[in-house]
């Protein structure tokens, strides 16, 4: 065997200990309570997104509205996944999705602004998915090698978050 690799009794006594945290082992690569907090500032996010966006769906007036505001609505539906994911991940990591709307404004990275005017919604969506961008793109160097799973979790947002900065850039061309 490959003397990087642990041998295999450590690895199955290893595996014994400490059973109750599920899939964290010893071997994970970072301090998990700080990737839970990292992962409920996300979530706090993405909910202020899914409520924004589902807002500016059934606020939008106007002739031009009808298009803008069926995509505000998709997106919607797409931030209420990403919320789902990063819940399903702090729960694997033993921690809890934190959702008290109390809570959930004062730590999220976007702002739940609303508008009259469509072409201002769809510029506050683009500001909102470009903060999500930044902070996504944050968290997945900050991340590293230590958990690829969160890691990859964090990727398939970040590939959404940056379709939709371009669905909303091009209404705005
Ligand atoms: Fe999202
Ligand atoms: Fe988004």
Not at 39 to 57: D, F, G, K, P
Not at 78 to 105: F, N, S, W, Y
Request: charged letters at 30%.
């Amino acid at each position: 065997m490959a003397d990087f690799l642990t041998d295999v009794q450590t690895l199955r006594d290893k595996a014994r200990d400490d059973i109750m945290k599920g899939p964290v082992t010893a071997s994970y690569g970072t301090d998990v309570d700080k990737v839970i907090e990292l992962l409920n500032t996300a979530l706090a996010t993405e909910l202020v997104c899914v409520l924004r966006y589902r807002q500016h769906h059934f606020a939008a007036k106007g002739l031009d509205a009808e298009p803008v505001a069926e995509e505000f609505l998709v997106h919607s539906g797409e931030e209420q996944e990403h919320a789902d994911k990063l819940c399903a991940r702090i729960t694997q990591l033993g921690g809890t999705p934190e959702m008290d709307p109390a809570k959930v404004a004062g730590r999220a990275h976007s702002e739940y602004v609303t508008a009259e005017d469509l072409t201002e919604m769809i510029r506050e969506n683009l500001v909102a998915e470009r903060i999500a961008i930044e902070s996504y793109t944050e968290m997945i160097n900050w991340v590293g090698t230590a958990d690829p799973t969160t890691r990859r979790v964090l990727e398939e947002i970040l590939a959404k978050e940056e379709e939709h900065a371009d669905d909303l850039l091009s209404f705005l061309e």
